[in-house]
T-cell receptor
Framework: ETGVTQTPRHLVMGMTNKKSLKCEQH?????MYWYKQSAKKPLELMFV???????ENNSVPSRFSPECPNSSHLFLHLHTLQPEDSALYLC?????????????FGPGTRLTVL | AQSVTQPDIHITVSEGASLELRCNYS??????LFWYVQSPGQGLQLLLK??????LVQGIKGFEAEFKRSQSSFNLRKPSVHWSDAAEYFC???????????FGQGTTLQVKP
């Protein structure tokens, strides 16, 4: 595998379910990101991890819980979601150095909440 | 505050015609600028980036962009569009040392045969 991979690619869940999204980067980067992309809205940055520490949490509801066990893996744990949480969730990684980093994106997980 | 504006939500061009997608940014310091492309149901692919130096940047798939500081713009161009270029295009600015990217709302490109 190369680049940034995400699993699953598609997920349908009920409002009472608990599920997790997984992201893995094979680029040797030290920063990872979760974005939410809803129809007709700009990309929304949800979480940033740098050197496995969360450095940014953009007022995301607590029903979204990130986890970064090491620099190659990032999870987004989901519980008691709402239908408006249906979206494409994108993971990205970068080598964060003085703001010159380029982010590389995975293919995304298409989430549908029923 | 940093921001990125893509004035055109939707653009339609004929195959073989030239293309220019507009991007304006607001940022206090020297910006790091990016263009990404997203095909339906896919992630974002980097087309090109500007960090410093030559203000005309070449990217993949025959795209180029020009940084104009006086106009706070970073417009994307292609001399001859192919049907496979139909996608959504995002301009982004790197927000300082945080590693964050601020994205524009995107421009959807439709290519007519």
């Amino acid at each position: 595998e190369t680049g940034v991979t995400q699993t699953p690619r598609h997920l349908v869940m009920g409002m009472t379910n608990k599920k997790s999204l997984k992201c893995e980067q094979h680029l040797g980067h030290n920063a990872m990101y979760w974005y939410k992309q809803s129809a007709k809205k700009p990309l929304e940055l949800m979480f940033v991890y740098s050197l496995e520490e969360r450095v940014e949490n953009n007022s995301v509801p607590s029903r979204f819980s990130p986890e970064c066990p090491n620099s190659s893996h990032l999870f987004l744990h989901l519980h008691t979601l709402q239908p408006e949480d249906s979206a494409l969730y994108l993971c990205a990684s970068s080598q964060a150095e003085r703001g010159t980093d380029t982010q590389y994106f995975g293919p995304g997980t298409r989430l549908t909440v029923l | 505050a940093q921001s990125v504006t893509q004035p055109d939500i939707h653009i339609t061009v004929s195959e073989g015609a030239s293309l220019e997608l507009r991007c304006n940014y607001s940022y206090g310091a020297t910006p790091y600028l990016f263009w990404y492309v997203q095909s339906p149901g896919q992630g974002l692919q980097l087309l090109l980036k500007y960090f410093s130096g030559d203000t005309l940047v070449q990217g993949i798939k025959g795209f180029e962009a020009e940084f104009k500081r006086s106009q706070s713009s970073f417009n994307l161009r292609k001399p001859s569009v192919h049907w496979s270029d139909a996608a959504e295009y995002f301009c982004a600015v790197g927000a300082g040392n945080t590693g964050k990217l601020i994205f524009g709302q995107g421009t959807t490109l439709q290519v007519k045969p």
